[in-house]
């Protein structure tokens, strides 16, 4: 059987959309397609690139590029630059560049790659981007270079993660994160842990294969110790995840109680004051609208349960039962009274249920007549921090955030981690390497032969490889669809 | 451009040259599969010989002996035969890594294998040096003699050992010779050049052989054999008396000695260009390189009972003969010796790895074979291994049928012949346990169930072995199902013994198989827990505590195994240009290239293939069949046009 080279076959990625969202059309991700877009921030800064990659990157490039001084680009060598002025269609100047041409593999995305060096500016960058579009480039979707430089074996596993949670991310840390595992941070603290793994190992071996040579025998406290150790760095790891989540999904924050108690009001307040980065996020499970709030660089998904209405006991009873069931999820909880109103058993019911999770009592519409003793509140809800606040007038509010910020950074969250985890795929994968590790120790205590020990500590290896990708699985290019198929 | 003056009237299916440890089951095994074999050796006094060590086995080692004889060959049933002791080393570790050695006698040995060869049926054994090939458009056809005769042969195994341009080095002292100063190969060698193989140059050594009578064994350290062991399946455990091998070892006076003479080394005058094994170092290498350690140990192995030559384990020396003489005498025990015949290094020529496939075909002529040393391993138990697996496959191939190719996870043989195809051995090649990293399934213990269908299925297993077989696997699922149906109730008495057995408590029911979980409860122990315990033999029952008691290791390793053969399934197309993959890294498509991998499991063992590289080979596979599964939906619809 000949197989063709890579050049010669017509082959197309269908990277699927995730299942739920369907944007009607289908996105290309035929790599022999050459894709272009404007790479740098927007804005109005001195110059902005265009970067085409492909197979044809450079052929397109030499369509809309001419210059006096050089020929052609297809003739140029790799790795130079070139003076010249791009046209439109119309033969019309659109801008002056520098063309950079670097030839495959020795490009990001180990393909053809021409990059137009233009002025800034949103105009002269668009319409060079047209005139290249026009010449037959498809617009790159976000992160396809990055997509193509891990599909042609440039970047690492977690560098390619890192690169998606990069596109994804919502806020400034969450970003902050995703570069340091583009950069390779995380792999490199993972192979750091892997190589102590080995060295263990390499230590049981040696008096196993060589029993007749005086090789110093199996020290059993010294591995027990040893393996502990790394169980610590796996669990401050393992423990580092929450944070990371919560920087890189958000923290789930539900705000509940009665009608008319002021919880859209809050929210609009929340929202006005801190950008939101995305609105009206379909909630995955339930059908409940959230928002995302961007409060100090912590970005909260906040989840709104009105519909809740008090026309009848057996009514109200219904909503608080699905309130419950809504705020199993949550890392956060509101509880929103109104002190002119009094509380419901309603309210006593929906505590009881969430007082062991970071709570908040807020007490609103202090600029009415206050109908309830502040003493009896603090009383009721011994659990919440209880905040005073008039969303009508303002008061309170600054105290509520900063309450917020510390409820959250109370918990699991905190920062002072050297490597935070931001995948649940990486978590999992700390988690089963631990319970090997775990085993180890359960059998070295046990007087195992270190042989045997090895079966557990060798996984304990397979595990860690799979994060960074050392260890090739067969399921790597599902993992690796798995991980392009977000819809960005 | 005739090289040969006659052509044998006689044409033969398969032609071994060599009768060493790979030769001897290389030719067994073909004839014994019906196939017409010649056997070719320099010198038909040294079939089956040991030119190093007068033993065989140890961890991982004795793994593959088991193999061989799992699968219908010699090596085990020969020792078994002539050895004069046996002992299983690593008993204080997990059943994986316990490893049988036994020490041979070398005459006897060599005597039984070489009368095994001469009364196979469809065998011919014969004195002669082959010089060259003959080969046309590229498939070999037979071999030419020194005397300028011409063997035709369908399928040729080169299994020339050390032979191959071999020159012995003894301090300054150097010469052209084989092992033990027999004839070396030099033609052979050229031939294989001229063929356009690459040939590297390995280096080995071994250690003096002295004289018994001048040892004074009463102020050593003994170490006898054990009873109950042997090296077949089908054999009975070695009975009589056993012979004992002794400790002795080095002091700062020894060391003196090579400090003093370091620039008469020739490794150090740079003499040999030869790569020597880490794992077997001279002791010049030792003291040299471990200036820290006040001694160390060697042991002192009889040669064979009709001789009083010992040999000095762990004492390879390429030193001159006189510093020999001096350094021997400071040993313990060895203040008056005398030795019979000096260390010495000895360099050949062995065929570079990327040259012969998975079958230990050589990839430029087609039924061409190499094995054992000639492909860069030392040991003589590797090397039979290789040639037995060398021999199956030339069968296979005139059978028309698949080839053979040993799972990693499933055999040591396996293991071993992955390594040499993907790994490039720098130094000669000797197999450990580490290598396997599914030790716990590969153990010497249950070679047989690994392997014996698998040799039934090839023909080599007989029907007294078959028959052995299948009685053991049926015992073991019999006590199997009797430990796990049989239960006792924690009565006064039961819990009186277990607590005998320091075994804890029982406070419910549980059958006879949770018992023997127990760390300290045995099977013999079971009798003292219910009436009638059946007797099986001791190879059945140990099957079972080990499959009980390390039931939950097995499993996990099972699950790895799972994993592991996922890749290995993958298969890589043979044609393969990995040149024309742009976005593998040079380094990787070079290497690709060489070693030519069957699977993405093995290509990801390559050295220099990164895992961003085998993440590109995975996407073009995927690519590719994505391609063709396009192509082929494609030529439906043009049918239906």
């Known amino acids: 059987m000949k197989i063709s080279p890579a050049g010669n076959t017509c082959w197309v990625f269908n990277l699927r959309l995730s299942n739920s969202i369907n944007r009607g059309d289908k996105m290309d991700y035929n790599m022999d397609v050459t894709i272009a877009a404007i790479s740098t921030p927007p804005g109005c800064a001195g110059i902005g690139k265009i970067r085409i990659s492909g197979e044809e990157a450079i052929e397109i490039a030499d369509k809309v ?54 002025h800034g500016g949103s105009l002269p960058l668009q319409g060079v981007l047209d005139a290249v579009l026009s010449a037959g480039a498809r617009l790159a979707e976000p992160g396809e270079f990055s997509k193509r430089a891990f599909m ?94 919560i920087f890189t999904e958000g923290v789930e924050t539900v705000i509940v109680g009665k009608p008319n108690v002021g919880k859209s009001s809050l929210l609009n307040y929340l929202l006005k004051e801190n950008r939101a980065i995305v609105t009206e996020i379909p909630g995955t499970t339930r059908d409940i609208i959230s928002e995302l709030v961007n409060l100090g660089g912590i970005p909260l998904r906040i989840t709104d349960t009105a519909g809740i209405r008090e026309t009848s006991d057996q009514v109200e009873k219904i909503g608080v039962e699905r309130t419950i069931s809504s705020l199993q999820t949550a890392d956060l909880v509101l509880l929103m009274l109104d002190v002119s109103q009094g509380i419901s058993p309603g309210d006593y019911k929906i505590y009881q249920e969430v007082k062991d999770k970071p709570i908040i009592i807020l007490v609103n519409k202090t600029d009415l007549s206050e109908e309830i003793d502040r003493k009896k509140i603090e009383g009721d809800f011994p659990e919440g921090r209880i905040i005073y606040t008039s969303i009508q007038t303002g008061a309170g509010l600054k105290e509520l955030e900063d309450a917020i910020k510390e409820e959250i950074m109370a918990g699991d969250v905190k920062g002072g981690y050297d490597q935070i985890i931001t995948r649940i795929r990486h978590r999992n994968l700390l988690e089963e390497a631990k319970s090997s590790l775990e085993l180890v120790i359960e059998g070295n205590e046990m007087n195992v032969p270190p042989d045997l020990l090895s079966v557990d500590l060798k996984d304990a290896l397979l595990s860690l490889g799979k994060i960074t990708g050392e260890t090739v699985t067969d399921n790597l290019i599902d993992q690796i669809f798995q991980d392009f198929c977000i819809g960005k | 451009m005739s090289k040969y003056f006659s052509t044998y009237p006689k044409e033969y299916d398969v032609i071994v040259v060599g009768a060493g440890h790979a030769g001897s089951e290389a030719s067994l095994a073909a004839a014994r599969m019906g196939f017409d074999v010649l056997t070719l050796t320099v010198n038909l006094d040294h079939v089956a010989f040991m030119p190093c060590n007068p033993s065989l086995g140890g961890p991982g080692k004795s793994h593959i002996v088991r193999e ?76 030419i003699t020194k005397t300028g005769i011409l063997y ?17 080095i003894i301090g300054e002292a150097k010469f052209n010779s084989g092992p033990n100063q027999q004839y070396p190969a030099n033609k052979l060698s050229n031939a ?39 090296f077949s399946f089908l054999s009975d455990s070695l009975k009589g008396e056993q012979d004992s091998c002794w400790l002795t070892y080095s002091n700062e006076e020894t060391h003196e000695i ?67 003489i001096e350094m021997v005498r400071t040993l313990d025990g060895m203040e008056n010796v005398e030795i019979m015949r000096p260390g010495y290094a000895i360099e050949y020529d062995c065929v570079a790895s990327g040259q012969f496939d998975l079958t230990l075909e050589t990839r430029l002529v087609d039924g061409l074979y190499t094995a054992g040393q000639l492909n860069g391993t030392s040991g003589y138990e590797e090397a039979a291994g290789q040639g037995l697996m060398a021999s199956i496959n030339a069968v296979r191939s005139l059978q028309n049928k698949e ?49 014996t269908p698998l040799g039934r299925e090839i023909g080599l297993v007989d029907d007294e072995r078959w028959n052995h077989y299948q009685n053991k696997v049926e015992q073991i699922n019999e006590l199997r199902e009797y430990l796990k149906d049989t239960r006792i109730t924690p009565t006064k008495e039961i819990r009186e013994t277990l607590e005998e057995l320091s075994s804890g408590n029982l406070n419910q029911p549980a059958s006879l198989e949770k018992i023997l979980r127990r760390p300290a409860i045995e099977y013999s122990d079971l009798k003292r827990l219910v009436d009638n315990l059946p007797e099986y033999p001791a190879e059945i029952t140990e099957q079972i505590e080990i499959a009980v008691k390390y039931e939950g290791y097995i499993e996990r390793q099972l699950k790895q195994v799972k994993q592991f053969d996922k890749l290995e399934n993958k298969l890589l197309p043979e044609d393969l240009d990995y040149q024309e993959l742009d976005n593998l890294r040079q380094e990787a498509r070079e290497k690709l290239n060489k070693v030519k991998p069957r699977s993405v499991g093995q290509a990801s063992r390559i050295a220099g293939v990164s895992p961003a590289d085998i993440q590109v080979l995975m996407i073009y596979l995927e690519k590719n069949k994505k391609s063709r599964e396009k192509a082929s939906h494609e030529g439906e619809n043009q049918n239906v046009k």
Request: aromatic content about 6%; overall charge negative; proline content about 4%.
């Open chain 1, 65 to 118: 590029f001419y210059s006096s001084s050089t020929e052609s680009l297809k003739e140029v060598d790799s790795h130079t630059i070139h003076y010249g002025f791009i046209k439109d269609k119309k033969g019309k100047d659109i801008d002056e560049v520098l063309a950079l041409v670097l030839k495959a593999p020795k490009s990001f995305t180990a393909e053809d790659t021409v990059e137009f060096d233009c």
């Open chain 1, 152 to 245: 042609n074996g440039r970047i690492d596993l977690t560098q390619a993660e890192g690169i998606m949670d990069l596109i994804n991310s919502q806020t400034e840390k969450g970003r902050e994160l995703a570069v340091q595992h583009l950069k390779g941070g995380l792999s490199d603290h993972i192979k750091g842990i892997r190589e102590k793994l080995m060295t263990i190992l390499a230590g049981m071996e040696a008096s196993i294969d060589f029993p007749e040579d005086e090789v110093p025998g199996f020290n059993s406290d010294q591995v027990g110790n040893k393996i502990s150790q790394v169980i610590d760095t796996l669990d401050e790891l393992i423990k580092s995840s929450k944070t990371g989540q």
């Open chain 2, 68 to 143: 061989i004889d799992a699968l219908g060959g010699e090596m085990a049933i020969n020792m078994d035969e002539t050895m004069t002791q046996i002992r299983m080393l690593n008993t204080s570790k997990g059943p994986a890594v316990h490893g049988l050695r036994g020490q041979s006698d070398k005459v006897k040995y060599h005597q039984r294998m070489k009368s095994v060869l001469e009364n196979q049926e469809n065998l011919d054994l014969k004195q002669a040096i082959v010089e060259d090939l003959e080969v046309e458009s590229g498939e070999v056809k037979g071999v």
């Open chain 2, 152 to 168: 035709k042969g369908k399928k040729v195994i080169l299994t020339t050992g050390t032979f191959l341009k071999g020159r012995i």
């Open chain 2, 192 to 230: 294989l050049k001229k063929l356009g193989f690459n040939l590297l140059r390995f280096k080995t050594g071994t250690p003096p052989r002295v004289n018994g009578r001048s040892i004074d064994f009463s102020s050593l350290e003994e170490q006898s054999g054990e009873e109950g062991l042997s």
């Open chain 2, 258 to 324: 090579i400090r003093e003479n370091e620039d008469r080394t020739p490794l150090f005058s740079g003499e040999i260009d030869g790569v020597g094994p880490r794992y077997c170092p001279s002791i010049e290498d030792k003291v040299i390189r471990f200036p820290d350690k006040e001694r160390h140990q060697f042991f002192l192995e009889p040669e064979g009972r009709g001789t009083q030559e010992f040999y000095i384990s762990g004492f390879s020396t390429s030193l001159p003969l006189d510093v020999q």
């Open chain 2, 403 to 451: 080839p053979i190719i040993l799972k990693r996870s499933e055999s040591y043989i396996g293991v071993l012949i992955d390594e040499l195809v993907t790994k490039e051995p720098r130094e000669p090649y000797r197999m450990m346990t580490s290598r396997a990293e599914h030790r716990l399934l590969l153990r010497q213990d249950n070679a047989d169930q690994r392997l």
